[in-house]
Structures are given as structure tokens and as C-alpha cells.
């Protein structure tokens, strides 16, 4: 007993060193799950509340810009306006509009008051949380595109996976060919992506608008991804690289839209069911 | 340790971490230099505290840190290695030049040519460190390792600086 004392107090600064290593590392693997504590985070209401004062400074100096992008916006929304309008007057026998479908998706903005572009693992924090709505596993879109999904949220704050995270992935279409496909991040570049799974028989040019295609229930259909950049086919290749112009530039984001879809329980679940029947 | 020196440590943590979070954060030079300059305050820590004091206060602070960066475990994993490491390296290379241990670990106490390469060198272990277990991996090892060694530069000629700044003859007396 005496020796075994003796050697722990020999080696306790090994022995402390590692346990402490496997305590980083047991966060670390933790931390990288899909969703987790908020305690821990950037929306954590300290940590929150300090990142929030340093935004309101930061945000005299790039007034011009958010000015510049809020007008981009605005015309692109009259755009979309105009030809909604134009739509209600070609088909003036009006269908009847399931209003449940119309309502079916639902946006939250919030203001961007932290986020990092430059690792392999990004993430952004928005002044907004459960006290307003919002829930883990949530879409978030910009004005330009996609950009991540809700990770943890505290009262008032909000921490996002943003596209740019190594283990990021959304389901997305070819706008023009409507070929199935993924995008995730290509881990340098905060404006590159990658489209996977484009079989070859796929036309792909480059100029091709991948969108999201709705079928993961966390993005409306339509929402931009990207416009593609680098098209290549290797020999006996099953698919094509495709390296993808993200729409969004994280950069200079600062207001985004928390997507909340109100059929999306209804949804997973009826798809629950099936996979359940399916594995019997 | 006196009391005097406990506050003056706790001050600079508290100076250290705020700068870190609210300036070095949004200061990423051609998107590959990073600058973490409260890794000065583990550097200056006293030699008199024992080294499992020493990995305890490095895993805290790596960990106040980790929480601004969304990167929980971490930074806290890393600053546990380089004080881990930092007791050796000091005993190795205090009794080689003969300096009295216990002076103070700044760079007006201890001369330009050991300070700076007493901070280089764990700098660089503390970033090779972040910057590898950020990425999980060795994939995509000449940009993670490019990232680690211009970052490891940024934040060596910030502590030197700050150094000269700081920590001159006039303020230490």
C-alpha cells in the first residue's frame, strides 16, 4: 500500500496531466455532437451578454455595408412581390390555398453577434433564444442562402453550426436538372462548397444553381445553396466533383432567419413510422 | 506567493481574457494567422507553484477561452500540455545557464535570448496543439500546419511587445 502511495506521488503530475487530457477530450467529443448543452457555449447568457455589447461597437464600423446588403434585399423581395402579383392575375380562377401549407414555414430574424469563418469547425451566435421560439435542430437561411443549423440556445442567445463545419451536410437539388444531391464544406475556404452524389449521367454545367431540396424538413424547398464553380468527371469515377460558389458570404453576415417549420413534427414523424415498418 | 502578486495575476488574467475575447478574436491576419496572446498569461505564471497547480489553472483558463470560441475542451487541452511541458523546460534550462529558479519569468528578469525562445517554443507546441486537434486529424496537414506556424509568429511578436510595454523597469519596481 505504502509503495502504491509512493508511486502516485511520484507520477502525480503524469497522472494529473492525463487526467485532465481525457477530461478536454471527453468535452471535446461531446462538444461535436449535434446538439449540445448551452452552458458551455457562446449562448450561454455571460458569455452571450459580453459578445452582444462588443457587436453593438463593432456595428458603427460596418453601417455602409448592412446598409448595402439590407437594400440588395429589399429589392430582390419586391422582385418576388412583383411576381407573386403578376401569378394571383394570370390564374384568376384561384385555386383554394391550403392555408396550413401557405403558413407551413415561418422566420425568426436575429442578429448575428458572434461568429468565426477560419476553422474547421465554425460557429455563429444570434441575439435570440427559447423565449423566442426557437428550438435545436432549426434552419437558419441569410438573405443570400443557407448557413447553418440551430446547436444550443439559451434564454436570449443562440449557437449555430454554421455550413462551414466539418460535419455540416444539406440535402440540395440542381435547380435545373432537379438531380438529388449533398453540399458540405471543402474546410479552407469560407466560400467554397462541395455538391457530392451527382451521378455521371447528370449534365452539370458550370453556372448551375444548386438549391436546397426540402426533404430534411429544416429548409423550405428553393433556398439557395450555391452556383456551381468546377465541374470535373474523373474516368470510372461513379460521380462528379463539383465545387460550389456558396451563396452566402460568412464574412460579412450579420441578420439572419431562423427557419421554424410547423409541420415538421408531423412529418418526422409519419416518416419515423415508415422507416420502423420497413426495418421489421 | 505573496498577496500583492496573487492580485496582480488575477488582474492580468482578467486583462488578458478580455482582450483575447473582445479584440484578438476579430484580428485574423490573410485568414491564417491567429493571434492568442493569453497564453502570456500562462507563460508568466510563477515558477514557485507546483506543476499540478499550474496544469489546474491552464485547464480553467484554456477553458474560458474555449467557451468564447464555441470550441469546448479545446484550448483548454491544449494550455494543459504547454504548462505540462513549461516546468520541464524551465528546469531544464534554468540550471543549464545557472539563473536563480525563482526569478520571475519576464523578459526584463530572465534577458531577451531566453524569453524568447522560452516563449517560441511552447507558443508553438500550444498552437501545432489547437490547431491539430481542431481539425481532428492529420488530413489537410500543410494548411493546418501553415495556420499553427504563422499563428505561433503573430502571437510570439505580440507577447514580445507587450512585453516591452508592460512589464518595463519603471512599472515592475
Known sequence: ?280 | MGNRKLVIHLVSFIIYLTVQVLFMKNWVLYDTAFCFIYIAFLLLLPVELPITILMILGFFTGLSVDIFYDSLGIHASASVLIMFVRQYYIRMTSSRIGMESADPLTLRQRGIEWFSIYAFVLILIHHLALFFIEVSGLGMFWFTFSKAFFSTLLTFIVVIISQYLFYSKKRAK
Open chain 1, 1 to 280: 500500500m505504502g509503495n502504491l502511495f509512493q508511486f502516485l506521488l511520484r507520477f502525480r503530475a503524469f497522472i494529473i496531466f492525463g487526467i485532465l487530457q481525457i477530461l478536454c477530450f471527453w468535452l471535446i467529443v461531446r462538444n461535436n455532437q449535434y446538439q449540445s448543452a448551452a452552458f458551455f457555449t457562446t449562448s450561454n447568457q455571460v458569455a452571450g451578454s459580453v459578445l452582444a455589447t462588443s457587436d453593438d461597437v463593432n456595428d458603427y464600423f460596418f453601417l455602409g455595408d448592412q446598409n448595402k446588403s439590407l437594400v440588395m434585399e429589399n429589392a430582390q423581395l419586391k422582385e418576388a412581390l412583383a411576381l407573386k402579383k403578376l401569378d394571383t392575375i394570370s390564374n384568376q380562377i384561384s385555386k383554394t390555398i391550403d392555408t396550413v401549407l401557405v403558413k407551413q414555414f415561418e422566420f425568426l430574424a436575429g442578429k448575428v453577434i458572434n461568429k468565426s469563418v477560419h476553422w474547421a469547425n465554425n460557429y455563429l451566435t444570434i441575439n435570440k433564444g427559447y423565449e423566442d421560439g426557437i428550438e435545436n435542430g432549426m434552419g437558419v437561411v441569410s438573405a443570400e442562402g443557407v448557413v447553418g443549423v440551430v446547436k444550443a440556445r439559451s434564454k436570449h442567445f443562440s449557437t449555430i453550426t454554421s455550413l462551414l463545419h466539418s460535419k455540416a451536410m444539406v440535402s440540395s437539388l440542381i435547380k435545373r436538372t432537379g438531380d438529388l444531391c449533398s453540399t458540405s464544406w471543402d474546410g479552407e475556404s469560407p466560400s467554397t462548397g462541395i455538391v457530392q452524389y451527382v451521378p455521371r449521367h447528370v449534365n452539370v454545367k458550370k453556372g448551375d444553381t444548386v438549391v436546397t431540396s426540402g426533404y430534411n424538413a429544416i429548409f423550405d424547398e428553393g433556398t439557395m445553396m450555391g452556383i456551381v464553380d468546377v465541374v470535373e468527371l474523373p474516368e470510372n469515377a461513379a460521380f462528379y466533383n463539383i465545387k460550389l460558389r456558396l451563396a452566402t458570404d460568412f464574412n460579412t453576415l450579420s441578420y439572419v432567419y431562423v427557419i421554424k417549420n410547423r409541420l415538421k413534427v408531423e412529418k418526422d414523424s409519419l416518416e419515423q413510422n415508415i422507416i420502423q415498418q420497413n426495418g421489421q
